[in-house]
């Protein structure tokens, strides 16, 4: 590892490879270094999936590592600038949709899969109409899956184009302790390696893409280096799991039906994300011991289960004086491990509705069978708050009118699931921020909330830099 580099990219996911890609493409020649707390992925392994419990990892091997959280995800690429973050605060529709072409092409220049979900109008067009006479709307988005077992080969092909052929260096299991400035630009970062030695390498330009995994470490950065931020909302809820009969008219050709809800209650939103047809329900495992449920399917039609999970979120904006979004769901999720000691609840339908804790025997009764085995039955009435219960269940049986089923005793409900979204940090058009040559991209930055939208920042603040250099 040298002294100084031209850009130094801190975090592996999605929004820093893409940075490095577009860097790698557009200007021969950069010294170019990526530094992440975790490993390559070829080393990254989490042995709570053998053991259903956290073995405490670290760095954890879910959140960190090249490719970031979206190592293990289900690998959907949303082809839709509406969905996955917020880019389009930053630019205008049109060159949204042509920025996200841009990262697919990229995409499927490594091996993802060719065929996009959701792109047959006349479909779409009918489920939104009957969606609209009971007050739920339908976001149309087309999603290209590549299935959690090929998007693994697709981010490894970026690192073999990207690190194996000696593009760019990539320090893995490397701590960024600080980014320092000097007369508001970005001069340096400060970090421990592997053989904890602590060094400071400089940069020209500087890019912290930390991923969710990083966000809090971002926060405290923006507080020292004076950068402005905003609350984001956190979206808190379930994973319902139900047969795929129940949502295969939905599935079949839109592969993952977003909907959303404004309870009647209380006038939340609430929304469906992350659907996975034929998929399974899984735990992960996050530093601190906090374990969360997810979901994921594969792409090979041999792994395909009987059931389609998808998460049911209920998002909430917090005001001031309250800053501690991420804290809130944190707290609601470890009361779910403290009554479950550590693992994922599980409860059917009928008995949340009756007021009663699902125990093993009435689970063996459902005639939904749990894809995740080691899911411990209970009671979330015990851990979601009474807002946040009434609006999923309000949702539940608005959404059986487009989905007859949904509202049923068998339905599974599995908790807790929370999207961690970083307060958002302000900046510019090209994601830099008030710090001059210093950017911000990604979900770390509590600007995207997904692989494609994270990719696409990546390349907005690539050509920046770019255009910087040649000036």
Not at 108 to 137: T, W
Not at 314 to 342: C, D, H, Q, W
Request: hydrophobic letters at 35%.
């Amino acid at each position: 590892m040298k002294n100084k580099y031209d850009v130094i990219i801190i975090g592996a996911g999605p929004a820093g490879i893409f940075t490095a890609l577009e860097l790698v493409k557009k200007k021969k020649g950069l010294d170019i270094l990526i530094l992440d707390k975790g490993r390559a992925l070829s080393q990254r392994k989490c042995p709570a999936r053998n053991l259903g419990r956290c073995a405490g990892c670290d760095p954890c091997g879910i959140t960190f590592g090249w490719s970031g959280a979206g190592a293990f995800s289900d690998g959907k690429l949303s082809l839709s600038p509406e969905v996955g973050g917020n880019i389009t605060d930053y630019m205008t529709e049109d060159e949204a949709k042509e920025l996200i072409d841009y990262a697919d092409s990229i995409y499927l220049s490594f091996g993802a899969q060719s065929e996009v979900h959701g792109l047959n109008s006349k479909v779409i067009d009918d489920i939104k109409y009957e969606a609209s006479k009971h007050n739920i709307q339908l976001i149309p988005c087309p999603v290209r899956h590549l299935g959690t077992e090929k998007a693994y080969y697709v981010l490894e092909g970026m690192y073999d184009y990207l690190v194996n052929d000696g593009k760019v260096t990539f320090s893995e299991m490397t701590t960024v302790i600080d980014i320092l400035e000097e007369n508001r630009t970005a001069k340096a970062v400060v970090i421990r390696t592997k053989d904890n030695e602590i060094k400071t390498i400089e940069g020209d330009f500087i890019v912290a893409a930390p991923g969710r995994g990083g966000a809090e470490w971002l926060s405290e950065q923006t507080r020292k280096l004076s950068i402005s931020t905003n609350n984001n909302a956190v979206d808190i809820g379930v994973r319902v799991e139900v047969p795929n009969s129940i949502m295969d008219h939905l599935t079949k050709d839109l592969y993952e039906a977003k909907l959303v809800y404004y309870s009647d209650t209380f006038d939340n939103k609430v929304r469906t994300f992350c659907m996975n047809p034929g998929g399974v329900v899984s735990q992960e495992n996050y530093e601190g011991g906090l374990a969360l449920v997810n979901g994921h399917s594969y792409a090979d039609e041999n792994l395909k289960t009987d059931n389609t999970n998808f998460a049911l979120l209920v998002s909430t904006r917090f005001t001031e004086p309250f800053k501690e979004p991420i804290e809130y769901g944190k707290y609601i999720a470890r009361l779910a491990n403290m009554l479950t000691g550590g693992g994922i609840l599980v409860q059917r339908l009928g008995d949340l509705l009756q007021g009663r804790r699902t125990d093993k025997d009435r689970l063996k009764k459902s005639t939904t069978i749990p894809t995740l085995k080691n899911a411990v039955p209970g009671d979330l009435s015990y851990v979601l708050p009474h807002r946040y219960l009434v609006s999923i269940i309000e949702a539940l049986k608005a959404f059986d009118n487009i989905a007859p089923g949904l509202y049923s005793k068998n339905t599974l409900l599995y908790g807790v699931e929370c999207k961690f979204y970083s307060s958002k940090v302000q900046v510019n058009d090209k994601f830099e921020t008030s710090v001059k040559n210093l950017y911000t991209i990604g979900d770390g930055a509590g600007i995207t909330r997904g692989l494609m939208q994270a990719s696409v920042t990546g390349i907005v603040v690539a050509r920046d830099i770019i255009e910087k250099i040649n000036r």
